[in-house]
């Protein structure tokens, strides 16, 4: 049973119970089982799996009461784009294009990648092109420098109905 003021506590459970996990994805009104368990002493029950969208999961298990079935609050959970780089220059010429590519995952229809720059010596980052990530999820983008110096560089997938965004890591391009 679950505690009055204690959300999500249990406490008194049973080994042997069965538990199943559900997830709503976002968008939708239907529950979906991921998989099943039975509580182990203490009441508790693992089911691993892997979030691959927006939404939110429950638990369902067997009442007290003989032919109920008691549902767990819903909790909502994200699941976070990734970036990563494929390839990137570490040198670049001052007011020459340099290309850059990156891998977004997962693919969602509209999502953007944005390449964002950071100038030697400062903090804040600018966005300088934004690309639609195509189904391949290889983002492709070129910037000119204008200055010499250590540039950061980073691209930040936008989030999506489905996933949040991601941040690629930081790299440096040094311009000369």
Not at 18 to 30: E, I, K, S
Request: aromatic residues 8%.
């Amino acid at each position: 049973m679950m505690r009055p003021g204690h959300r999500y506590l249990w406490s008194g459970a049973a080994a042997g119970i069965n538990v199943t996990l559900q997830r709503q994805n976002v968008g939708t009104t239907a529950w979906v089982t991921i998989g099943a368990a039975k509580t182990v002493t203490g009441g508790i029950a693992s089911v691993p799996f892997t979030s691959s969208i927006n939404g939110n999961f429950r638990a369902v298990l067997a009442s007290s009461v003989p032919g109920e079935t008691v549902l767990t609050p819903a909790i909502a959970a994200s699941s976070v784009a990734t970036v990563g780089w494929r390839s990137a220059p570490g040198t670049a010429t001052r007011n020459v294009t340099a290309a850059y590519e990156v891998t977004a995952s997962p693919y969602d229809a509209g999502n953007v990648a944005h390449l964002q720059v950071r100038k030697p010596g400062t903090t804040t980052w600018t966005t300088v092109r934004s690309v639609a990530v195509p189904t391949t999820r290889i983002a492709r983008m070129t910037y000119a420098f204008p200055t010499a110096g250590a540039w950061g560089i980073r691209v930040y997938r936008a989030p999506t109905t489905q996933h949040t965004g991601g941040l690629s890591p930081v790299i440096t391009t040094t311009v000369k």
